[in-house]
Each structure stands twice: as C-alpha cells, then as structure tokens.
C-alpha cells in the first residue's frame, strides 16, 4: 500500500513522511495520488459505460483530489453550490455532476441549472416545486432522480446511518409513486432517475443488495404506470478497515448489482462513493508536543485537534496512530492521544501502546476522507496543510491557513456604535 515502513521510517509512495513535515510542519495531512487512483479503478473496472461513478465530493475536496478524479473520468456529488464550484473550478464538467442534499437553497438551484448539471436528486415534493419554479422562470428543463428511503439497516453508526424511514433524507418508498406523477406533471422537470443513499462505513453488501431490490420494485411500479425510468443511483456508503474490519468486496457487489439491473433492461446504474476512494489514501502527521504521565493516565498531547480530525470526538471513530519513526526495543506504555483544544472530547485514540516523546511525529492512519473537511477553525487554530505525493515527488496542494485570514472580514465596532 501507499504508506509503509522502509526499515524504522514511515514513508508515502517514496515520499519520507518526516521530510514532509520539516518541509511543511504539521499538522499536515498527506494524500497518495497513486492510492486515490488505485481505490478509483477498483470501482471503475467494474463498471462499464454506461453506467456511471460520481465520486463524493464531500469525503475529500480539495481541488488537487477532484482533478486527479476528473482526469480518470470521474464524476461527483455534490451537495452544495460549493461543491459544484470547487469541481468546476478543478477541471469537473458539469453534465457529470448530480447534486444531492436535502436543503437546496433558491440560489444554489439556479446556479446549478446554469451551469447545466446532469441531475437534481430530489428530496422532498417542496424542492420538486421548487425546481420547477425555478426552471420555468428560466425557461430550462431540469433533469430530476427522486431520492427514494429505502427504509432499510445499514448496521452503521447511528449518525451515519441515512435510509432509515426515521432519517430525514428523501421520499418515503410509500409516497414515491404520488411524488413521481406530480412531477411528471410539471412541465419543466424531466423525471429520468430514482436514488437512494442508505448510509455510510457499511462493510457488507446485503444491506445494498436489499436497497437496490426495493428500487427495483419501485422502478417496475414506476414503468407499469409508463413513467420511464431510465437510471439508478444507488449512492455511496461503501465502508473501509479502520481496525480490523474485514474489507467490503466491492467487485462481487458490482457485479450483482449489474445483473440484477439487467433483469429489469435498460437502466442506467450510478454510485456514489467517497470514503472508499480517498479514507486509506490520507494520513494526518502530528507532532508531540508534551509526554504527560499520569497516576491514572498517561497522555501524548499532540499538536493536531478535533478541528483538524473531528471523526474521534464525533463518532468515536476508532484511527490507528503510528510512529514515523520507529524505535526499536522500547516500552511502549498505554498512552491517550490527545490535542489541544480545550474539550475533553478532544482526543485521536484511547488506551494505545506507543512510545513516544516530545518531538516525535505520529501518524493518524485512514485520514483521507471527512478528515480536513470536516476541519474548522475552533480555538483559532488555522486549518492543516495538504500536500499530495505521487512517487518521489510531493506537491503542497493546500498551504496552511495563515492566521490572520482567520479574522479576515471580521469587524470591531466603530467608536459611535
Ligand atoms: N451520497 C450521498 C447522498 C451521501 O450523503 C454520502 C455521504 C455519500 C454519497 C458518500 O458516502 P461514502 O461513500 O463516503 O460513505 N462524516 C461521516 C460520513 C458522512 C457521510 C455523509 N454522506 C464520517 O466521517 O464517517
């Protein structure tokens, strides 16, 4: 894989991970294009045209990332008019974009219909009329998937877990035929697809399997009343080993899939992942800023947060951490690693065996994905670096934030307020 030890050295591709942090400090988070390309091509082998791969913006957006995807044919799902932004602005186009998300606003429709997206997937009736009225003022029709809730378990964490009837996310299966005519009815939709998106790090494909099913049902019910269907998305969710899960066999998955779509003849097939093309493909490098041995505890406090890597404090995410450099022959006490910021929830891993001291580099392991997008500026601390590797060669992608944009924008009172 793309991060492995040479002799007591943690390197990426042929990159030295210790050389990457004197050159751009830390915390810094580090990508292997060779790693993201390899996650890509496991799905796209087995995914021939026509059926399409919109990778998830939201895992990982940093521009570097979407243009290596946008080079290998890529696709994306967005879910703000953000996202879109940033794929267009990283060579992306947008007829291969869908964008999903339960709240889209007024102007992040009409941008997206300006820039002529591929497909709406839908929510709720409220956004079906509310495309609709935004299109007709436009004089544009908008390319519209329902997002349907399959109401199956994902068996996932329970803030991941999206196609439950108790989620908020689409249209329940129930009312998906009422919701579907009432489109069909509005002149500036064209009602092409049905979605679904049932949650993510799941690790087996039953519960895929049973979701695709129940679409397929839907689709049958759908063209019986002559409305043609003519896609299906069945989202991402595709989960990775972050300790030691057995890996989700993505090809057995895609295979079953195309033969249960060719049974009903003529269906487009999507996906969307994100987690399982970037997640092992980043690691976010630490530096240890203070030993802290307790009578009850010992604590490695790192100079990386929660703002940097939230995943630990959020959803008690379980990242393995590793030495840069080993040492050899060392007790390696039982240690919580843990960061500055001032919340006890602050913390990358409980009850680890590692020596360390400071000064010492660490490496949070499978850090690609909803690592530095889901980082934030808490404490005032400015947001990580991004540097990608691709063999020898290694590219900052992102400069680290300079502290003074952190209050750029900001305002004090004048003296007459
Ligand atoms: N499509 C839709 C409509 C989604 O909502 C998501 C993720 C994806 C695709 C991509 O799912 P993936 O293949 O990455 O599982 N922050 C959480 C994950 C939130 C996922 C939200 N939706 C985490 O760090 O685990």
């Known amino acids: 894989m793309s991060f492995t030890y040479k002799e007591t050295e943690l390197f990426a591709e042929q990159c030295a991970v210790t050389e990457l942090a004197k050159t751009h400090g830390t915390p810094l988070f580090v990508y292997s294009k060779a790693a993201i390309t390899a996650n890509w091509q496991q799905f796209s082998q087995h995914w021939p045209a026509p059926h399409k791969l919109c990778y998830a913006v939201k895992a990982n957006s940093n521009l570097a990332v979407l243009n290596v995807l946008a080079r290998l044919g890529a696709g994306f799902d967005i879910v703000s008019g953000g996202e879109l932004a940033r794929v267009l602005a990283a060579g992306g186009k947008a007829e291969d974009v869908v964008f999903s998300g339960v709240g889209k606003s007024h102007e992040e429709i009409a941008y997206a219909l300006d820039q002529n997206i ?33 109401d199956v378990d994902a068996q996932t964490h329970p803030y991941i877990a999206t196609g439950l009837k108790a989620n908020k996310f689409g249209i329940a299966m129930g009312e998906a035929l009422d919701v579907f005519r009432r489109g069909q009815a509005l002149e500036n939709l064209d009602m092409r697809g049905v979605d679904c998106h049932i949650g993510s790090q799941i690790l087996t ?19 019986e009343e002559g409305i043609q269907i003519t896609h299906l998305d069945m989202g991402g969710g595709f989960g990775i080993p972050y300790q030691h899960e057995e890996k989700l066999e ?33 690691i ?21 947060g929660m703002n940097d890597l939230l995943r630990p404090s959020l959803y008690n995410a379980y990242h393995d951490i590793v030495p840069v450099q080993r040492h050899q022959g060392v007790d390696e006490p039982l240690v919580d690693v843990v960061g ?78």
Not at 124 to 131: G, K, M
Not at 252 to 266: D, F, M, P, S
Request: net charge negative.
């Open 284 to 304: 976010m490098v630490t530096k240890v800023e203070y030993y802290k041995p307790g009578s009850e505890k010992n604590f490695l406090l790192v100079d990386a």
């Open 250 to 282: 993505v090809s057995g998955y895609l295979q079953e899939l195309q033969r249960r779509a060719k049974e009903i003849g003529n269906l487009t097939l999507m996906l969307e992942p994100g987690r399982a093309i970037v997640g092992n493909a980043g």
């Open 340 to 417: 500055p910021v001032c919340e006890t929830g602050d913390f990358f891993g409980h009850a680890r065996h590692l020596a360390a001291q400071e000064g010492d580099l660490l490496a949070v392991m499978n850090a690609g994905a909803y690592g530095f997008t889901m980082a934030s500026n808490y404490n005032t601390r400015p947001r990580a670096a991004e540097v990608m590797v691709h063999g020898e060669t290694a590219s900052l992608i992102r400069e680290r934030e300079p502290l003074a944009s952190l209050w750029q924008g900001e305002h004090v009172l004048g003296d007459d307020a």
């Open 205 to 223: 494909p039953q519960p895929f399997l049973d979701a695709a099913d129940r679409m397929f049902n839907l689709i049958g019910t759908l063209r």
């Open 118 to 150: 591929g497909c709406f997937n839908v929510e709720s009736s409220a956004e079906l009329e509310r495309i609709q009225h935004i299109a007709s003022e436009k004089g544009v029709v908008a390319p519209i998937s329902l997002r349907v809730n399959p």
